[in-house]
């Protein structure tokens, strides 16, 4: 069984830090690339980050780029999104997705989601 848990969301003041992890197990995490999505209230999941398997490539939607940082440890199975410079419209439930390509940036083409993490940032 398949399972994706997401851990280290909260709340945080605008301009802080967060950083989450996605913890995977039965699957070959190694062959999968990693994707990170959010749901903000109201609105539509929206593609965040995504990581190659080896981790060398990554893919950033524009909103995020240069405030978040995606990284993957295969040894334990887990990737990571560093958030910095943290906005109110960043707020939303943060999940992690198993898939075969890091360049996929709608959810439809990932296989495995976690349960989400809430992030709030207060301004």
Known sequence: QVQLVESG???VQAGGSLRLSCAASG???SS???GWF???PGKEREFVVAI???GRTTNYA????GRFTISRDN???TVYLQMDSLRPEDTAVYYCAAGNRYESTRG??????GQGTQVTVSS
């Open 75 to 77: 040894a334990k199975n």
């Open 108 to 113: 439809n083409e990932y296989a495995y989601w």
């Open 9 to 11: 969301g909260g709340l």
């Open 52 to 54: 190659s398997r080896s």
């Open 62 to 65: 524009d909103s995020v780029k």
């Open 38 to 40: 959010r749901q903000a």
């Open 32 to 34: 999968y690339a990693m």
């Open 27 to 29: 699957l070959t995490f």
